[in-house]
């Protein structure tokens, strides 16, 4: 069967070409970096040298802050492009790769044109979108090769446990399959670094970049952590897909793991009191129905009373200038994706003005 290529992300498409508001929250970017936040930016530029295999002092500087050896470590192109390679490196003609619901459609629009099967489980706003591991085991087959999950859930922003990861790892194991972990939002969570999926076992694949929990979405700095074999694969796969990253953003994506500390705290300047923002009006909204996110820059509310909130959303822009994403570009048509990694006055007008909306009635 031949697949459209306008057909493969559709969310993608319409995030690029939407018409845009004057109160736009459809981002899930933190609130981008300038030079200026990147002490020692403009001097550290330089135009070519050795990334054949990914730039030396990057993988070094990946490894270190996950705790695995540099060969554990392939660069990308962002976390798109790793879970690309990881795909290109593992999917074989009539592999099943399971994929969560709720999701984020490059999670699995690249499959099916590699020959492989899409197949689902889901988690659920009634369960909080926890991962439940009896889900996928209800889901896997022996033609099951790939589980993926993102963590913190994207939409949603919920956060899978330690069991919770560790059963799904060990279902996987049981058919001869590896667990894909997007960990692209997991640095956004308040708490300090967390466990990479990758040093839990050679089940487990992590993929990740600087874009969403730093504001370094430009860099399009990503990796894919996992089992030397597996890495080698990846960079394999980067032969014919891109060859090597852009050496002047890989310099700088050295720089940036060199300042992570600082970057993660203006990341949670900005988003420690948007989460409050949100928190506000939530606690004054009851017409959109949440699961409250662990952090991130996302949050994913049902529109209470209705089951596909499209019309909410065509009103939400015509008559109050503000953009949000509607569910369905998820696979959840009564919701909606509220970005939360922006200006604070900047969520806080757009929030007020989903409040009207709300008030309005008619949804």
Same mark, same amino acid.
């Given at each position: 069967?031949?697949?459209?290529?306008?057909?493969?992300?559709? *969310?993608?498409?319409?995030?690029?070409?939407?018409?845009?508001?004057?109160?736009?929250?459809?981002?899930?970017?933190?609130?981008? /970096?300038?030079?200026?936040?990147?002490?020692?930016?403009?001097?550290?530029? =330089?135009?070519?040298?050795?990334?054949?295999?990914? *730039?030396?002092?990057?993988?070094?500087?990946?490894?270190?802050?996950?705790?695995?050896?540099?060969?554990?470590?392939?660069?990308?192109?962002?976390?798109? #492009?790793?879970?690309?390679?990881?795909?290109?490196?593992?999917?074989?003609?009539?592999?099943?790769?399971?994929? =969560?619901?709720?999701?984020?459609?490059?999670? *699995? #629009?690249?499959?099916?044109?590699?020959?492989?099967?899409?197949?689902?489980?889901?988690?659920?706003?009634?369960?909080?979108?926890?991962?439940?591991?009896?889900?996928?085991?209800?889901?896997?087959?022996?033609?099951?090769?790939?589980?993926?999950?993102?963590?913190?859930?994207?939409?949603?922003?919920?956060?899978?446990?330690?069991?919770?990861?560790?059963?799904?790892?060990?279902?996987?194991?049981?058919? &001869?399959?590896?667990?894909?972990?997007?960990?692209?939002?997991?640095?956004?969570?308040?708490?300090?670094?967390?466990?990479?999926?990758?040093?839990?076992?050679?089940?487990?694949?992590?993929?990740?970049?600087?874009?969403?929990?730093?504001?370094?979405?430009?860099?399009?700095?990503?990796?894919?952590? !996992? !089992?030397?074999?597996? !890495?080698?694969?990846?960079?394999?796969?980067?032969?014919?897909?891109?060859?090597?990253?852009?050496?002047?953003?890989?310099?700088?994506?050295?720089?940036?793991?060199?300042?992570?500390?600082?970057?993660?705290?203006?990341?949670?300047?900005?988003? &420690?009191?948007?989460?409050?923002?949100?928190?506000?009006?939530?606690?004054? +909204?009851?017409?959109?129905? /949440?699961?409250?996110? /662990?952090?991130?820059?996302?949050?994913?509310?049902?529109?209470? &009373?209705?089951?596909?909130?499209?019309?909410?959303?065509?009103?939400?822009?015509?008559?109050?200038?503000?953009?949000?994403?509607?569910?369905?570009?998820?696979?959840?048509?009564? +919701?909606?994706?509220?970005?939360?990694?922006?200006?604070?006055? +900047?969520?806080?007008?757009?929030?007020?003005?989903?409040?009207?909306?709300?008030?309005?009635?008619?949804?």
């Amino acid at each position: 069967m031949s697949l459209s290529l306008t057909s493969l992300a559709p *969310y993608m498409q319409w995030a690029k070409q939407h018409a845009h508001a004057a109160w736009d929250l459809t981002g899930s970017n933190l609130l981008a /970096c300038g030079l200026d936040d990147l002490p020692g930016a403009r001097e550290a530029l =330089e135009l070519a040298g050795d990334n054949d295999e990914g *730039y030396p002092p990057l993988i070094d500087a990946i490894a270190a802050r996950y705790g695995v050896p540099p060969g554990m470590v392939a660069t990308a192109q962002g976390t798109s #492009g790793a879970n690309f390679l990881a795909y290109f490196a593992l999917v074989e003609p009539g592999d099943e790769v399971l994929v =969560e619901r709720p999701g984020y459609d490059p999670l *699995y #629009g690249p499959i099916e044109r590699l020959g492989g099967r899409v197949t689902r489980f889901d988690r659920r706003f009634e369960d909080g979108w926890r991962l439940d591991p009896a889900a996928v085991e209800a889901s896997l087959t022996p033609r099951t090769r790939l589980v993926v999950i993102t963590n913190p859930h994207n939409p949603t922003g919920a956060l899978a446990g330690d069991e919770e990861l560790e059963a799904v790892g060990r279902l996987a194991e049981r058919v &001869g399959a590896r667990v894909l972990v997007d960990e692209v939002y997991l640095d956004s969570v308040p708490g300090g670094p967390r466990r990479a999926a990758a040093t839990r076992g050679p089940a487990f694949i992590t993929t990740g970049s600087l874009t969403k929990s730093y504001g370094l979405s430009g860099l399009r700095c990503g990796w894919v952590l !996992a !089992a030397p074999d597996v !890495a080698e694969r990846v960079r394999r796969a980067r032969d014919v897909v891109d060859g090597t990253g852009a050496f002047p953003a890989e310099v700088l994506s050295v720089l940036a793991f060199e300042r992570l500390d600082s970057l993660a705290g203006r990341a949670q300047s900005i988003l &420690g009191p948007n989460h409050a923002a949100l928190a506000h009006f939530l606690d004054r +909204h009851p017409g959109l129905e /949440c699961v409250r996110p /662990c952090g991130g820059t996302t949050v994913f509310p049902r529109v209470a &009373g209705v089951t596909d909130a499209d019309p909410f959303v065509d009103r939400l822009l015509r008559a109050h200038e503000t953009g949000v994403v509607p569910g369905r570009f998820f696979q959840a048509a009564a +919701h909606v994706r509220i970005g939360l990694g922006g200006r604070l006055d +900047h969520l806080e007008e757009g929030l007020r003005r989903i409040g009207e909306a709300l008030a309005e009635g008619g949804r």
